[in-house]
């Protein structure tokens, strides 16, 4: 048996116990995901145009993240509709930023690793970064949405008068919280995945300007700083689509 | 009235801050000791198309450019050298008129050739970072800042433990990696939490998940005998392949791990100051109904994290005629395996911290 498969194993077994049913469909919404990826890569390097593909997978990923393990159809629709506007707005962002920047592709310190390609495969190098940056977001938008959606429905059902500013300042504490720790996530994440280009980097007695202008580091921190406006963003839209949905279900009442 | 005035001038200041670091730093090439070269001319050349032995077609053109060097002992000399680029772009680049490169000048028998090193990214980096202050100081305020704080102290101590790790240069490194990421994790506590009782039991969940998680994720190794990982696909690895992974996965594990403790316990804490007379029993089911609510989430956001970097090595390896599996072992297992072993490492700090902080809360009671 690989590691790799004793490792998916155990990870279902502690899910499912540690979770009961919750965690049994977190782990097939984990198998899904992966699953949607790996096609989107395949549809990708098959030729399809990449923007289209990108997006259909990104709306697939959000909607099983979010819809998938949470049953409260208000949060959950707010939070949906949230992240589907943050997607349209980094896209507008990520677009002709990433264009202007030049980040696509690989850099002159990966070339070790690609020495035995012939790097000329006819994609778009600049759409593919494109993809790869959307997709790095969505799972921490995914996570802040619901949850700051989630905090807010439980405070307006337990106190059903509160007016819009309080109601705010509630939802703004919330994400205040889940902003830190996702930003801490996103860093981490960042540190495990790129410790050895730390070393190496430092072994090779880079500069400071070096590190505003490498590709390679440029690229790395762009992927965490679109993040960390994505998160910011799309807490920001939870809180007022969910005051907006406060207002119509009282007055449907 | 005064709104209306209020939000003229924030739009007013974030636009003119803009504008004004736009200007500083695409003005700032005496500040780099690197000669910086702004291109004055562009004259391509003709276009081939390339085709390789998998039927990609792509297209190649070499362009003649000429430029004028910004700073250094060289500024205001003007140079010409040719640069070849492809459509794709996968590691070569079309330049424009008005770009700024960073290149290297060889002077050799009167004659100097120029080679660009790199592209002039910090301007664009520095427009990034201005977005995102800006939306972090519009939406939540001053207190965005202190988040932000955190994350950039934490940078700047891991860039000093990189320094340790290389001056030093000791063969079991990854001892230093893990308790340095600890002495992280406990300093990035205490600053959001402060140093109090909840800080406490939220750091003892962290460190007791992280060592079960890590202690079953070596146990897994070891028993299947590392089969189907192949560390020699880690990117830029300078040191022991095998401890680098370990080292770079126990960072990850550590942040995750650290979100899902966290939330929990905070949770706990909010729980009984509302309901003082709450008891372990309902505390620590409580605490277990948040954890199953963030697990799903949270595994996701590593997954497409890890996943998203591994991306384009993967296009590359399916463009060139390699197998699913094959593709799927060299460039993503590795990620993979650092995002099993987080998830693993969320399901254990769940019980973990909710027991913790409900046999704390529930005993002060008594």
């Known amino acids: ?253 | 009235m005064l709104k209306v005035k209020k939000i003229l001038l924030e739009v007013a200041v974030i636009f003119l801050g803009g504008i004004a670091l736009y200007f500083a730093t695409s003005h700032n090439a005496f500040m780099y000791q690197q000669p910086i070269l702004q291109v004055t001319a562009v004259e391509n050349g003709k276009t081939s198309v390339t085709k390789d032995e998998f039927s990609n077609r792509d297209e190649q053109t070499t362009q003649r450019l000429t430029g004028r060097i910004l700073n250094g002992s060289s500024k205001g000399e003007k140079y010409t050298f040719s640069n070849t680029y492809t459509k794709s772009g996968g590691i070569d680049q079309k330049f424009h008129v008005g770009q700024q490169l960073f290149v290297n000048l060889y002077h050799q028998k009167g004659r100097t050739s120029v080679s660009v090193s790199t592209y002039k990214r910090d301007t664009y980096f520095a427009i990034l970072v201005w977005i995102m202050l800006c939306l972090l100081l519009l939406v939540m305020k001053i207190k965005g800042l202190r988040a932000l704080g955190s994350v950039l102290f934490n940078f700047i101590l891991f860039i000093l433990i990189v320094q340790l790790d290389v001056n030093w240069n000791i063969t079991s490194f990854f001892a230093i990696f893990a308790c340095s990421a600890l002495i992280f994790t406990a300093l990035t506590l205490v600053w959001i939490l402060g140093w109090n009782k909840q800080c406490l039991i939220t750091l003892e969940a962290i460190v007791i998940g992280t060592a079960l998680a890590f202690a079953i994720c070596i146990f897994a190794m070891w028993i299947t005998n590392d089969q189907g990982m192949h560390y020699e696909a880690l990117d830029f690895a300078t040191q022991q392949p095998k401890q680098l992974f370990l080292a770079a996965s126990v960072i990850g594990l550590l942040g995750t791990v650290m979100d899902a403790a966290t939330d929990i316990v905070s949770t706990l804490f909010e729980m009984k100051r509302r309901q003082p007379q709450v008891g372990f029993k309902r505390l620590y089911s409580s605490g277990k109904q948040v954890g199953k609510s963030i697990m799903g989430p949270l595994v996701n956001v590593l997954l497409l994290i890890f996943f998203a970097e591994t991306f384009t090595l993967a296009i590359l390896y399916f463009r060139t005629g390699n197998s699913i599996g094959y593709t799927f072992s060299w460039t993503m297992s590795l990620g993979l395996v650092q995002s099993l072993i987080s998830g693993i490492g969320i399901t254990l700090v769940i019980p973990t911290a909710s027991f913790l902080a409900a046999i704390t809360l529930g005993r002060t009671e008594k």
């Not at chain 1, 990108?54 to 949230?82: H, P, Q, R, S």
């Not at chain 1, 997709?135 to 059903?160: D, H, K, N, P």
């Not at chain 1, 995945?193 to 090779?204: E, H, R, T």
């Open chain 1, 1 to 253: 048996m690989t590691t790799i498969s004793l490792l998916t194993i155990i990870l279902a077994v502690l899910m499912v116990i540690s979770g009961g049913r919750r965690g049994a469909i977190s782990f097939v919404s984990l198998l899904l995901n992966f699953t949607l990826l790996f096609l989107t890569v395949i549809l990708i390097a098959g030729g399809l145009p990449v923007l289209p593909v990108t997006f259909l997978a990104a709306v697939c990923i959000l909607a099983i993240t979010i819809y998938l393990g949470n049953t409260d159809e208000v949060e959950t629709n707010v939070a949906f509709l949230a992240t589907l506007t943050v997607l349209v707005l980094m896209l507008l962002l990520i677009v002709p930023l990433d264009h202007l920047a030049q980040i696509h592709g690989f850099s002159n310190e990966e070339s070790e690793e690609i020495e035995a390609f012939n790097l000329a495969i006819g994609v778009n190098f600049e759409e593919i970064a494109l993809t790869t940056t959307l997709l790095s977001t969505l799972g921490a938008i995914a996570e802040a949405a619901i949850a700051v959606a989630s905090g807010m429905a439980e405070i307006i059902r337990q106190t059903a008068t509160e007016g819009d500013s309080e109601l705010r300042k509630s939802g703004r504490n919330i994400g205040l919280q889940i902003m830190g720790m996702t930003f801490n996530t996103l860093f981490f994440g960042m540190f495990g995945g790129n410790l050895a280009l730390f070393i190496l980097l430092y072994k090779l007695h880079a500069s400071f300007g070096y590190y505003l202008n490498s590709k390679i580091f440029v690229g790395e921190t762009f992927l965490v700083l679109y993040s960390a406006i994505a998160v910011i963003l799309v807490i920001w839209l939870t809180i007022e689509f969910m005051i907006i949905k406060a207002h119509k279900m009282k007055q449907s009442k």
